[in-house]
């Protein structure tokens, strides 16, 4: 699993105007080829009346797939300039269909290549840009005396809060990045002066706008 990485928010849409035609950026947080080609499948019957539906998706950690379609635009000019932009921005499980409908003034190839290619960027900006860490959430168990000074610490310290849970002791769940767990448990272990119980929890992706 890769330790951090960035993707999009999720479902987001945004329209442009150039020369008269419509451009509108459909775009969608996908983890599989078959997700990515059904969301275009999708847009494309919700725009069935459209010139050109043109796509592009980068999935995988190491981008293992990637594809780009210019459905009816000259090649080239549409699906590639919208997968650069998502390789430009490093994102990654990103699909996007660029819908055109045409307005009369035709643009040139270095003309579609520019709008496509400012679509998406300008769609990406619209849905928002996420970093997903890899974080091992650690659980900390202490008296209720304890919380006051633990909570305030923490929330000024660089942790972040998962949750907190009221039973009979507090339990309170911090996102870690692996390689800081033991300098985090040195410091909860310093800070509760050896009045807390601490145990690891799941790993899992912490998401944080960019």
């Not at 890769?2 to 969608?28: C, D, M, P, W």
């Not at 050109?52 to 300039?81: F, M, R, W």
């Not at 045409?102 to 579609?112: P, Q, R, V």
């Not at 990045?177 to 300098?183: G, H, I, P, R, S």
């Amino acid at each position: 699993m890769l330790s951090s990485y960035y993707t999009v928010k999720g479902n987001g849409e945004h329209e442009i105007n150039i020369q008269k035609s419509r451009f509108i950026a459909s775009i969608n947080r996908v983890t599989t080829e078959s997700e990515a080609q059904s969301f275009i499948q999708q847009i494309k019957k919700q725009h069935s009346s459209a010139n050109h539906n043109c796509s592009a998706y980068l999935i995988g950690e190491h981008d293992q797939i990637q594809k780009a379609n210019d459905d009816g635009e000259p090649s080239g000019t549409a699906g590639v300039p919208m997968l650069e932009v998502l390789k430009k921005k490093q994102l990654k499980d990103t699909v996007v269909v660029v819908t055109r409908y045409f307005g009369g003034i035709k643009l040139g190839a270095g003309g579609l290549i520019r709008a496509y290619g400012k679509a998406t960027s300008e769609g990406l900006l619209a849905t928002g840009i996420v970093e997903r860490k890899l974080m091992k959430v650690v659980h900390t168990k202490i008296d209720y005396t304890w919380l006051g000074k633990v909570e305030n610490d923490l929330r000024s310290s660089i942790y972040e809060i998962k949750e907190i849970h009221y039973l009979e002791d507090v339990e309170v769940e911090v996102y870690v990045k692996e390689d800081e767990v033991a300098a985090f448990c040195d410091w909860m272990t310093e800070l509760t002066n050896g009045k807390c119980e601490l145990t690891e929890g799941i790993v899992i992706y912490l998401e944080q706008d960019i």
